[in-house]
């Protein structure tokens, strides 16, 4: 396990490490590109401005509500100390460690392995080109075709599920995303400029979704051919449901009706279902469709949409448009509005057709996670991950019935989407972009959901956005957001409701973008320019009403540094943490956050947080992954930690020629996505 020197993560724009190759095949290079969103949204400080003595006390209801569930905190926030809360003595006693997070922080490091506390043992659960279907032949580097991966586990693992099989303690459905190929790391030689047809059809077989059935075992969890297993590809067939579906903006040559679309592609996370189905968000869809060199740029309505959505009409990375016409824009205009979509996969019938919601609109969906209300009621938290753009939730028309699955997979098919609104009663003059707290001790407001979209019965729709018809605020839902006055986040990534307390968090990731020349400035939810640590929110949510209160719970970066700050925790004592992506929680209501782009100077990591009482903002690191991987698809059990190693060794010198990572095999291996298991023998996970 060889170290490797930490300037090997100089960011290839100086701020997260996430390098070039990885945005360029997995986001279409989306931070060296504009921002696409380009409305006059107002910050908070102008909000501020105009906000009035009535609407302020009209809100101060939901305040007090959050201020006394945090006032622990309130209380260490402004004695400088979080122990000062918990005693009188000069000596101020350590708060305790709560369950669930008694473990040895792992170090920030550089290792290419995957770094596990002290006690903690490992195992690889299961690996690209390893089989999934009966029949898959032996994954050989040298030998790929796109026979074999459609039998064979994707590339790149980003969300992960883990479903118990009912009748048995030891077996689960292992259901995982394959965001997107880079494919001179999956092909010796590969000649990026002259792709073959088998190259693209490998790509179009290591994308979409894989369930693989596993086994507990005392080394872990070791995968199983077993029935349910199955390989959903960028060719699978779809159906697509809700208000767009049928409509001419997804009409095509092949599928007339505008209700069948093959495939699914750049699945980042996604949420396990109360029903028993895995929900995946569409991310970075745009980056798979292209135009031929030289084609004439689109113009009006139609540059406009493509503009928003980041779209170029231009070759892209992989050049599938050369191989399908689908995927180019001339050609195939209405493919690309066929894709952007929540996707819903029953695992426990594999011969189903997985569905797109489209009533939980357009956009670059990280994920979408599921809080049922106490009367039933479902609400989906999704978060649109690009720079400056916004968060949603749809809240079901319908109630969840329990072991009905039919019932309960048509329930994101009608309900209400609504998009984030935040505001505060923090001075403007407070939120220098610097990241200093402001006189409050914390960083809190509270704001609104403001209803886009109706959907009802049949596909049945109503807009709620003025000039937007239904179909075109399903389709094109970041125009309808712009409308709205939604407020502009910092790379919204995932969202997960605590299931103890019901308070919902969200990873901002980061933005290199804020408060530059011509961009939105800081406001006190996105509080600091040129952000590159991003931050975590927490949400306290009248999950099916419009009114919340929120406040940051992590200001993510170098504890030593000003900016960063902990939920008011003393940070001489928790873990650096930078760029949060993917977030999860334990049974004991802590909250795991996974990194992806450390800005740091070291490895991604998971991370386990504190949230409530004395030891609320504490955090450890539990497991750091190999050079140039990211972290995500947590999963945490109280025997069990779940966690999917994306693009080891990706970085922008190497290939699979030259690479920087033999992660997971060493030797002369080559480097894989896996996802792997961490547990202790005999015991529970940090108790
Ligand atoms: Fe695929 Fe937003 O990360
Ligand atoms: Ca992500
Ligand atoms: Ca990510």
């Known amino acids: 396990m060889a170290l490797i020197p930490l300037n090997l993560f100089v960011a290839h724009d100086g ?65 400088g100390s979080d122990t000062a809360a918990t005693s009188s003595s000069a000596a101020p006693a350590e708060p305790p460690t709560p369950a669930g ?5 792992v170090a920030p490091n550089s290792e290419d392995a995957v770094v596990i506390p002290d006690g903690y043992r490992q195992s690889v659960v299961i690996s690209w080109g390893d089989p999934v279907l009966p029949g898959a032949p032996v994954f050989d580097v040298t030998r790929q075709s796109a026979a074999a991966q459609r039998q064979q586990f994707g590339f790149n693992n980003d969300f992960a599920g883990l479903l118990p099989i009912e009748g048995s303690n030891d077996r689960f459905l292992l259901v995982t995303n394959h965001e997107y190929t880079t494919e001179q790391f999956m092909h010796p030689g590969y000649d990026a400029d002259n792709p073959t047809r088998e190259q693209f059809e490998i790509g179009i077989a290591a994308h979409g979704l894989s369930v693989v059935e596993v086994q507990r075992t005392a080394d872990g969890l070791r995968p199983v051919l077993g029935r349910y297993n199955r390989r959903i590809t960028a060719d699978t067939p779809f159906t697509i449901v809700g208000p767009a579906a049928g409509t001419d903006l997804l009409k095509t040559a092949a599928d007339t009706s505008g209700r069948e679309v093959l495939g699914t592609v750049n699945n980042c996370s996604g949420g396990v279902t109360p029903w028993g189905t895995v929900l995946s968000g569409e991310e970075n869809f745009n980056s798979y469709f292209g135009a031929p060199a030289g084609a004439p740029a689109p113009t009006g309505t139609a540059a406009d949409r493509l503009k928003r959505y980041g779209v170029e009409s231009e070759p892209t990375e992989r050049k599938w448009e050369n191989f399908d016409p689908r995927f180019d824009i001339t050609k195939t205009p209405n493919e690309l509005h066929r894709f952007g979509y929540v996707v819903e996969l029953n695992p426990w019938d594999p011969a189903s057709a997985p569905i797109k919601h489209t009533a939980l609109g357009r956009f670059k969906h990280e994920a979408a996670t599921i809080h049922v209300a106490d009367d039933g009621t479902v609400v989906a ?96 839902t970041r125009f309808a957001g712009d409308k709205a006055g939604a407020t502009k986040m910092d790379r919204p990534e995932d969202f997960e409701a605590n299931p103890k307390s019901g308070k919902v968090y969200v990873a901002l990731t980061n ?77 004991h209501g802590n909250l795991w956050v996974s990194t992806d782009g450390n800005a740091l100077d070291s490895n991604d990591g998971l991370f386990a947080v504190s949230l409530e009482g004395p030891s609320r903002g504490l955090t450890k690191q539990f497991l750091t992954v190999p050079l140039g991987a990211e972290t995500c698809g947590p999963v945490i059990t109280d025997d069990l930690v779940t966690v999917c190693v994306q693009h080891p060794g990706e970085n922008d010198d190497n290939s699979i020629d030259d690479p920087l990572s033999r992660w997971p095999e060493g030797g002369n291996g080559t480097a894989k996505p896996s996802v792997v298991a961490v547990w202790r023998d005999g015991g529970s996970i940090g108790v």
């Not at 590109?33 to 009535?54: C, H, M, W």
């Open 381 to 476: 938290y999704t978060g649109d991950d690009e720079r400056f753009d916004y968060m949603y939730k749809f809240v079901s028309a319908k109630k969840i019935q329990p072991g009905d699955m039919a019932h309960n997979m048509t329930i994101l098919d009608e309900g209400t989407l609504y998009v984030a609104k935040l505001s505060s009663d923090i001075p403007a003059d407070q939120i220098d972009g610097s990241g200093a707290l402001p006189a409050a001790g914390k960083f809190a407001g509270t704001g609104s959901w403001i209803p886009l979209l109706r959907s009802g019965p049949g596909g049945t729709a109503q807009s709620l956005v003025d000039g937007m018809s239904a179909e075109e605020v399903a389709v094109f």
């Open 15 to 79: 701020r997260s490490s996430r390098q070039h190759v990885t945005c360029r095949y997995r986001c279409g290079d989306a931070c060296s590109k504009p921002v696409p969103n380009t409305s006059d949204n107002e910050y908070f400080g102008e909000v501020l401005a105009a906000v009035s003595r009535r609407s302020a006390l009209k809100t101060a209801g939901m305040a007090v509500l959050a201020v006394g569930a945090g006032s622990a905190l309130a209380a260490c926030s402004s004695s």
């Open 511 to 587: 933005n290199s973008n804020r408060g530059a020349d011509g961009k939105a400035g800081p406001d006190a939810a996105n509080p600091r320019n040129d952000n590159k640590n991003g931050q975590v929110l927490e949400i306290t949510d009248n999950h099916t009403g419009t009114d919340f209160a929120w406040e940051l719970l992590l200001v993510c970066g170098d504890p030593e540094a000003a900016d960063s700050y902990f939920g008011g925790f003393d940070k001489t004592k928790v873990s650096p943490i930078s760029c949060p992506d993917n977030l999860a929680f334990d049974s």
């Open 101 to 105: 997070m008694n473990f040895t922080a």
